[in-house]
């Protein structure tokens, strides 16, 4: 590591905006990591149906299809600290419903589903625009060590909060979603802390269908970006099998709502060993050619969890999972913020966002739809074959993906 490395680090500490928004990241995950358990344990529960586990992800995703448009130009035309904070309030809401309906003996199929639309309303406004606003937090010469450091985040809250939902539900059900509360209103309290003035243009352009439309023709006019999303929203569409783990802990492994909480921290191990990995060590040279490499690497980890039968290695195996797909994260979120305009970024971590991460929601859905046909290992194994198919397909179809060296700014190569 050089002398400047550490200066840099020590750097991102001062950071004051960016330490509060990080730390509102990690409270606002623990809650939806810690719902997501709770209301996966709760609907397989009570219906017993892997189509109603792969519902919860098409529901999530949904919100996201319709409101990417009017999210992405929300972000760039109004305050991102007031659109993450109205989100994580909706987010405190849906927890609040949930723990009443708990307390009340009254949790049904149909609430559970209304409390997950509520929190994918929330969450297809509060990412991309929490996304947007990292850059507004940090120096430039910050940027890479920033975007490690909010992968970081996410990992360690998605880490902590399935095991520590799934230990505390195995107590008390109750106590999980009344913590979720507690989680979300601390991260509201949190980004209201944060003043780094106004992030928003005084003369920002009228909304119009030019304007809104303008983060698909940045990306499309930019074929490794293009690619590198496309390949990522296939691969992740194809690799859900998280949405079957409650199936898993319960039918297969036989490790309960403890051993659920370990399946769901598992990747997130992965990827925060990889984020802090990545922090000393970043990715520089030879992007392309790494970026295929943790594909394939995602396509096995996939099949090797979707054949065990032993806890332990469905643990490796996930671990694995976990860290291929944070290099993707990282090249890519770096990508997009390097390579966009501030008054752009809004839209494009909108669209970014619609391509890859609802995608896991929809992935999600496919998985629980092939494992209501076929069965749950089955679905995953389909999952994994198919995304060594596509990390192949695209090799082919994205030749300039493999060429990719550097993080370069859009207008020093295209």
Known sequence: MSDAEPAAAGGLIQQRPFVLLWLSRIAATIGYQMMGLLIGWKIYEITGSAFDLGLVGLILFIPAVVLTLLIGHAADRY????????????????????????????????LLFFAVFMIGCARAFELPTGHALVPATVPTRLMSRAVAAWSSANQVATISGPALGGMIYAVQPLAVSAICVVAFVTSVTLVSLIRIGTNVVANREPPTFTSVLAGFHYIRRRKRLLGVITLDLFVVLLGGATALLPIFAKDILDAGPVGLGLLRSAPAVGALVTAIVLSHFPVERHIGRKMFAVVAIYGIATIVFGLSTWLPLSLVALFFLGASDAVSVVIRFTLVQIETPDDMRGRVSAINYLF?????????????????????????????FGSLVVAATWMGLFPDLRKIDRFEPADKKE
């Open 79 to 110: 305050d991102r600290r007031m659109i993450v904070r109205l989100a994580q309030s909706v987010y405190a809401l849906a927890a609040t419903l949930v723990t009443a309906a708990i307390y009340l003996e009254a949790v049904s199929r149909e």
């Open 356 to 384: 890859v991460g609802s995608s896991n929601t929809l992935g999600e859905f496919e998985s629980g739809t092939v494992a209501a046909w076929l069965g749950a290992v089955p679905s995953v194994l389909i999952g994994g």
